[in-house]
């Protein structure tokens, strides 16, 4: 028979849990994949991904009905973390590039659409190395309509796939690397 140990129990309110989660978070979403190399951008690993989370741990500090308890209650509310809702994309690698996350993250969820392509820039020089249209170019979106984006990336090839809902309409794109011949 095969008996388990439980370690330890933590209320929604454990700094210690919460240490934990930061520090290690990649341990509680990233399955082992059957690539040589894994692209991952978490807060445990990466300084940039850990910037976005303590911007977004302190405004949940300083907001109204806000304070260092709800935080960790806000923070500790993504456990369990389900692994297949992380893009392992180099693409979203914050190492590697520079890009809104207000429009796209890690994460794959549905996120506000913008009117304007999401640019992605080079960590290292700050060039802008590709752009990402969501939507139907050419056609514009109702200015009252609540627009919503969905990306999932391919995780090694430059392919993704967005989902965007306007209303009750749905629209589906495929992005694939576009090189420019000379």
């Not at 993504?78 to 993250?105: G, H, R």
């Not at 700050?126 to 391919?154: D, Y």
Request: with cysteine.
């Amino acid at each position: 028979m095969v008996t388990t140990e439980v370690m330890a129990v933590y209320e929604n309110t454990s700094e210690q849990l919460l240490e934990l989660f930061e520090n290690f978070c990649d341990l509680y979403r990233n399955a082992s994949l059957h690539a040589h190399s894994q692209f991952t951008c978490s807060a445990s690993c990466n300084v940039y991904a850990r910037q976005i989370q303590r911007r977004f741990k302190h405004t949940i500090i300083n907001a109204k009905y806000g304070g260092h308890t709800e935080a960790v209650k806000r923070l500790l509310a993504q456990l369990p973390i389900s692994s297949q809702s992380y893009s392992s994309s180099p693409y979203l690698d914050l190492a590697l590039f520079s890009y809104d996350d207000k429009w796209v993250s890690v994460m794959e969820r549905p996120k506000a659409c913008g009117d304007h392509p999401i640019r992605f820039y080079a960590r290292d020089s700050g060039l802008l190395k590709f752009k990402i249209h969501a939507g139907v170019l050419g056609r514009p979106s109702p200015p009252t309509a609540r627009r919503l984006v969905a990306f999932t990336f391919h995780p090694y090839e430059p392919f993704a796939i967005s989902v965007q809902k306007t209303n009750a309409e749905y629209v589906v794109n495929f992005h694939i690397r576009h090189i420019v011949v000379d």
